[in-house]
């Protein structure tokens, strides 16, 4: 994990293409790379779990009103599933560098307005909740639905995480169109996204 300034240094398979446009204007916050979600589905074995979890549902053929509660159950899962002690610290160390170790915060995947909210006091347990539970909007229903459609399968790739000081941004058209994005959020503290 790193701080959104230090995400002009990392790849974009790190980093996604949002946080080094949030870093060149100064926006604080940390970036959780990829590869800490790809431990906490590994070490937590979900994987295998959300195999069997899928299994009767044919892609050739998806029943809905069967994929639902699938649906439910596979963000249960992501949302109880423990990542380990050393995780965990590591991302209770990674906070407070990045302004987050205390006070309102939102988490996000780069490129996306969904939002997972928290206050946050030391060591940073409600901020941790939050980020898994926007992991686990990754197996709601309507996307579940959408991955299956599109690629006939549940599985998913790893992405980056943002975690912003704060409340969450709204679009501003006007401040999108003079920094030549397609979108720009604006929160009561400012800028918050780019993409």
Not at 58 to 83: G, K, S, V
Request: glycine share 8%; charged share 20%.
């Amino acid at each position: 994990m790193f701080t959104i300034a230090d995400a002009v240094t990392r790849s974009a398979a790190e980093t996604g293409q949002e946080a080094p446009r949030l870093a060149a204007y100064g926006v604080r916050g940390l970036v959780i790379p990829p590869d800490f979600e790809e431990s906490f589905y590994r070490h937590g074995n979900l994987p295998e779990q959300l195999r069997r979890l899928f299994s009767p549902v044919n892609p050739a053929r998806i029943d809905e009103d069967a994929l639902e509660p699938l649906a439910e159950r596979a963000q249960a899962l992501i949302r109880t599933t423990y990542l380990l002690d050393d995780a965990v610290q590591a991302f209770y160390r990674a906070l407070a560098p990045a302004g987050l170790d205390s006070g309102e915060l939102h988490a996000r995947r780069p490129g996306r307005l969904s939002t997972e909210t928290a206050t946050v006091t030391p060591p940073g347990t409600a901020a941790l909740h939050a980020v898994k539970r926007l992991w686990a909007q990754d197996w709601a229903f309507d996307a579940v639905l959408a991955r299956l459609d599109d690629s006939g399968s549940v599985a998913l790739e790893a992405r980056p995480t943002l975690l912003i000081p704060g409340p969450p941004g709204w679009p501003d058209a006007e401040r999108a169109a003079g920094l030549g994005v397609e979108v720009a959020l604006v929160s009561p503290h400012g800028l918050v996204g780019l993409f």
